[in-house]
């Protein structure tokens, strides 16, 4: 059973960073894809990112901003956040999709991923 741990919110300053990780077990890591998504209070989910065997896509809300990464050594799965804005205030998620199945686009993914975390906060003040 895939397990899925969120770490690395917080709160900052517009214009500051973070680096959220996501520690990953109980499957084969390169086998599918991973990404991350948020959901603000009374908002929808939102994809973030994604990571695939052909690369990595984001959202244009967070493209140039956001980066996501993995390293399958330590099964971890990062997104550094730069320049971060009032409204990337969120619910932070890390997903994955162990069928591969949802693993084309972001939108794809947002509608077909199985597993996530319990979800790590992050809030930007201006």
């Known amino acids: 059973q895939v397990q899925l741990v969120e770490s690395g919110g917080g709160s900052v300053q517009a214009g500051g960073s973070l680096r959220l990780a996501c520690a990953a077990s109980g499957y084969t890591y390169s086998s599918y894809c991973m990404g991350w998504l948020r959901q603000a209070p009374g908002k929808e989910r939102e994809g973030v990112a994604l990571?695939?065997?052909?690369?990595?896509s984001y959202a244009d809300s967070v493209k140039g901003r956001f980066r996501i990464s993995q390293d399958n050594a330590k099964n971890t799965l990062y997104l550094q956040m730069n320049s971060l804005k009032p409204e990337d205030t969120a619910m932070y998620y890390c997903?994955?999709?162990?069928?591969?199945?949802?693993?084309?686009?972001?939108?794809?993914?947002?509608?077909?991923?199985?597993?996530w975390g319990q979800g790590t906060q992050v809030t930007v003040s201006s």
């Open positions: 997903a994955a999709d162990p069928s591969g199945a949802y693993c084309d686009t972001l939108p794809d993914f947002v509608g077909g991923f199985s597993s």
């Open positions: 990571i695939n065997s052909d690369g990595s």
